[in-house]
């Protein structure tokens, strides 16, 4: 079912609501970081560019361009916390020029088992639903590629190539790391993996074929549950779907909706950022950038109402006359003379009435 | 059909578009009027559920990542030059070439200096010298590279060579090559989540197409 867009605002107001309803408490950055936290964790951002400035104390500061980072470092050491968040962030866009995203989350921190990691799963999927009224939620597990890129390779280096193509669902190229020296048994498996996606019924079959090893049958259990227990047809899994893997382990997610070309929300699992970072909790949440939503479908009108008065007419009685209207839920608009260009559904001329 | 249904396919202008376009219709999505001469871009076969158009060969790439076009088929040296977030399904084995260094016979370089070097392919030569640990001064230029170490402007020239004829012509020569091209289909990432029958069933047709180009070519598969 296809709906019309909201804005920006609205939606970002309503998921954030969603989040409350479910005992994600509100979380507001009221400060600036500093370079370093970025700087540190370069891979972890979309973009390693970040907007600097300098403080008046000297220290190199940043405009945040993630909000993942920040949610961490607030973490005292086993603290357990699920926040929400609506933030603007900074990060260039496609043309490398900074813009300004709205983005919406959750993050939940603490001791992750298969239930919270279903109900942000589940979370997700109503922010695509509630956007879009259709979706696709793309899950797989980092533990997939990883299970057989390590075997195909120690190369750190090398993997890294090997993820590449691998979130390209690029066969060939897969194939073709055998002339570089990587197990040419394990790059059929990870050929064979890229190319799994589609609804659970049909993946989970093909993914149970590629090992019996108990580590990976057991990751695809995890999947499998999560898969039935979300029981929507929106839901895609998807064996490509991967993100560094010195911050991500384990589930890890894109969404899409009709229309627009790019993921709006993605999220995972990320222990091993919570590690990078000193904690020893368990993490996972996810972000939906509002800004790559199709702009909300103009109103046919500027206001319901345009109210126009005279030079000597009482504000007192204008003032009135706007907001009985408004109490009857129309948007209205008062001054002496219409904007140039500005359409209402309706006129009452209060300067005509005086007269 | 719903125009919703159609998957949207963006082929590149030219020699390269036609040759691929031929290998669409042996997979069986022919689309007749697209070689009829005419000012239309958008061709649809109702029949097939496929709407083609035609674009400029570097912004096919654009067009599918973008998700105006579901897949498309883009040169490698495209998408490694500014690496789009697409999937790359299939190398279609058209359109062979290769990237490389070419320069004045009997160049010999100079290490104590940056090499100098004019390229459409910045990115690309970038990682290519930055891998070799050549200090290089790049040189972006859009055309007529082969006229950058005539005129002085550059030592070499990064460039994609076909036959050799223009470098030749020119008093250039290979001086090595450094990356075999050739046409790929490429996805939308969304576009492939909502109509991943359909793009599949294209991806195994073409994937026929292609592998039995290779086997009558006598290509070892």
Sequence with gaps: MKKPFESEERTGLALQSLYEKYGYQPYKMRKFEEYDLYAGNKSF???????????????????????????????????????????????????????EITQVGVENVGKIDLYAVCEVLSLALSSLLFIAGDARLCIS??????????????NAALREELKNAFTAKNREEILSFAKRGC?????????????????PCEVFPSLYKLSKDRAYVAAVKEL??????????????????????????????????????????????????MRKMGKNQSALGFAVCLDSLPPAAPAKYDADLLILYGEDSDPGTVLREVKKETARGKTVYAARTAPAGFTAKSVLDLKAKED | ???????????????????????????????????????????????????????????????????????????????????????????????KCRMAVAGPKGFKDDPTRPLRAATKFTRIASEYFASRGRDVDLIHLNGSIELAPILGLSDVIVDIVETGKTLKENGLVVLEEFLPISARLISNKASYAFKSVK???????????????????????
């Design chain 1, 141 to 154: 597990d980092t533990r997939l590629f990883s299970f057989f890129a390590d075997k195909a390779t120690s």
């Design chain 1, 45 to 99: 951002l979309i973009s390693e560019n970040v907007l600097t400035f300098t403080d008046p104390g000297g220290k190199l500061m940043a405009l945040k361009p993630d909000v993942t980072l920040s949610v961490v470092r607030s973490c005292r050491q086993g603290e357990e916390k699920k926040i929400c968040y609506g933030e603007k962030v900074y990060r260039p866009g496609r043309d490398g020029s900074f813009k």
């Design chain 2, 1 to 95: 059909m719903k125009s919703g249904e159609f998957v949207n396919i963006a082929l590149p202008k030219g020699r390269l578009g036609e040759k691929v376009y031929a290998m669409f219709e042996k997979a069986g999505y022919a689309c007749p009027a697209i070689l009829e001469n005419s000012r239309r871009l958008t061709f649809e076969s109702g029949e097939t559920g496929v709407r083609y158009f035609w674009v400029k060969p570097s912004d096919a790439a654009i067009y599918v990542e973008r998700g105006a076009a579901d897949i498309g088929v883009a040169g490698k040296d495209i998408l490694l030059e500014y690496k789009p977030d697409v999937y790359e399904l299939l190398d279609l084995g058209a359109g």
């Design chain 2, 199 to 221: 793009i599949k069933e294209i991806l195994a047709a073409l994937y026929n197409v292609v592998n039995t180009e290779k086997t009558s070519d006598g290509t070892k598969i």
């Design chain 1, 183 to 199: 197990d040419g048994r394990m790059l059929d498996r990870l050929a064979a993996l890229s190319s799994l996606d589609g609804a």
């Design chain 1, 224 to 273: 499998q549950t999560l898969a039935e227990v979300l029981d929507s047809p929106a839901v895609f899994i998807d064996a490509s779907v991967t993100g560094d893997l010195d911050y991500y382990g384990g589930v890890i997610f894109r969404g899409y909706i009709p229309g627009v070309g790019e993921s709006v929300l993605s999220g995972g699992q990320y222990d091993p950022l």
